[in-house]
């Protein structure tokens, strides 16, 4: 196997608390943006997007911050649980289809 | 309701083999992709297809690479002959619409190639 690759910057928080994932953008003209979920083994799995109309968005215990000015996105999670335990990443959509994302992701581990 | 889902999850194989990696998009998604995961250039897009129509393949590595979709439900990813530097996991994905729209990911294949 590979034993370079990435580098993922590692968030840890304690169950219960809440925790922010940050992640910085490059194109001004970018308008639809999207953070995964991807837990070991398996796909990233949507968990929620925004439009550059709006600078929040609420989901379920989850919510995504846009800054436009500083071209800058956070995800919010509130009393995070073990079972969020993932790397996260967060990604543009065009309106051509193709998606970029903005680095490896970060690790998101919670210990109990 | 059913996600993406892709066939095998593993594949061991010896290089030189041919290997054909499956995938069934969500019902009702125009747009199929597929992605290659490695630790050392994370997600890449190889192809989509639109209504079963290859859009840009200018994602695939190398004349070694071909992917057809025969119908709406299922698409495949074939490699031959397979090297080791194909090993990765890779994903399909699909979206209702191209652009805009978030794409929902299969579980992946992880392929090792010996």
């Known amino acids: 196997g590979e034993s370079v690759g990435l580098h993922l910057p590692t968030l840890s928080v304690q169950e219960g608390d809440n925790s922010i994932i940050n992640c910085a953008y490059s194109n001004s003209a970018s308008d639809y943006f999207i953070w995964y979920k991807q837990e070991s083994g398996k796909g990233p799995q949507f968990i929620i997007d925004?439009?550059?109309?709006?600078d929040k968005r609420q989901g379920q215990r989850v919510t995504v911050l846009l800054n436009k000015t500083v071209k800058h996105l956070s995800l919010q999670i509130a009393a995070t649980q073990p079972g969020d335990s993932a790397v996260y990443f967060c990604?543009?959509?065009?309106?051509?289809?193709?998606?970029?994302?903005f680095g490896g992701g970060t690790r998101l581990m919670v210990k109990p | 309701d059913a996600g993406v889902i892709q066939s095998p999850r593993h594949e061991v194989t010896e290089m030189g083999q041919e290997v054909t990696l499956r995938c069934k998009p969500i019902s009702g998604h125009d747009y199929l992709f597929w992605y290659r995961q490695t630790m050392m250039r994370g997600l890449e897009l190889l192809i989509y297809f639109n209504n079963n129509v290859p859009i840009d393949d200018s994602g695939m590595p190398e004349d070694r690479f071909s992917a057809k979709m025969p119908n709406a439900s299922f698409s495949t990813l074939k490699i031959q002959p397979s090297e080791p530097r194909d090993s990765a996991v890779y994903f399909c994905?699909?979206?209702?619409?191209?652009?805009?729209?978030?794409?929902?990911f299969g579980d992946g294949t992880r392929l090792s190639i010996l």
């Open positions: 925004i439009r550059s109309n709006m």
């Open positions: 994905a699909s979206s209702r619409d191209r652009g805009r729209q978030p794409q929902h």
């Open positions: 990604a543009e959509i065009n309106n051509a289809g193709n998606m970029l994302t």
